[in-house]
Nanobody, 121 residues
Framework: QVQLEESGGGLVQAGGSLRLSCAAS?????MGWFRQAPGKEREFVAA????????LYADSVKGRFTVSRDTAKNMVYLRMNSLKPEDTAIYYC?????????????????WGQGTQVTVSS
């Protein structure tokens, strides 16, 4: 069982930036970031392949968020720029336990506990 732990959330003004980090305790393949705002369903944000070469983004964050990973450190990051109040949510890190040829927005096997991101207007 792989444990995922997110960090880096906080309160930021609109237009500001944050970088989220996710530490994995074991071997993972593709990893993703998801978020859940109050009263809404959890939604896909971004994903990165196990090599770090391929990435996938939700349309709502494309051009503002960047996902990256350091495989040597077993870490994945989400750099969030130009934050908007509608980005306010709990952000979750997720990981796949087996290889897939394409990045997906669902079906991840491991999940972290989440980190709160609040963007004030």
């Amino acid at each position: 069982q792989v444990q995922l732990e997110e960090s880096g959330g906080g309160l930021v003004q609109a237009g500001g930036s944050l970088r989220l980090s996710c530490a994995a305790s074991g071997r993972t393949y593709a990893m993703g970031w998801f978020r859940q705002a109050p009263g809404k369903e959890r939604e896909f944000v971004a994903a990165i392949s196990w090599t770090g070469v391929n990435t996938l983004y939700a349309d709502s964050v494309k051009g503002r968020f960047t996902v990256s990973r350091d495989t040597a450190k077993n870490m994945v990051y989400l750099r969030m720029n130009s934050l908007k109040p509608e980005d306010t949510a709990i952000y979750y890190c997720a990981a796949e336990r087996s290889y897939t040829a394409v990045l997906v927005t669902t079906g991840y096997d491991y999940w972290g506990q989440g980190t709160q991101v609040t963007v004030s207007s």
